[in-house]
Nanobody, 116 residues
């Protein structure tokens, strides 16, 4: 059974930084893409950052220049380094693994709150 576990969320002041990590365990074979999504209150879920197996990175326009996605394939881990955080970054953040088989796995979410 595949399980994704996120960590690293919390409360941070505007301008601060956080690093989110997502560790996958179980029978994970053939990862096509690893990504981070977020859902703010009363808003739809949106893609924050995506890293494909081919090395392509996609970032939401709102986080370009501030967020960086990286992975450790050997550990099935994907990280999201978030700098210059702003109140509008407040949301529940979810990691996602998309496999070549078509399977799609989600973590349980970690809350990021940016507030003074």
């Amino acid at each position: 059974q595949v399980q994704l576990v996120e960590s690293g969320g919390g409360l941070v002041q505007p301008g601060g930084s956080l690093t989110l990590s997502c560790a996958g365990s179980g029978s994970i074979f053939g990862i096509r893409a690893m990504g981070w999504y977020r859902r703010a209150p009363e808003k739809q879920r949106e893609l924050v950052a995506l890293l494909t197996s081919g090395g392509r990175t996609d970032l939401a326009d709102s986080v370009k220049g501030r967020f960086t996605i990286s992975k450790d394939p050997a550990k099935n881990t994907v990280n999201l380094q978030m700098n210059s955080l702003q109140p509008e970054d407040t949301a529940a953040y979810y990691c996602n693994f998309k496999l070549w088989s078509g399977e799609d796995y989600w973590g349980q979410g970690t809350q990021v709150t940016v507030s003074s």
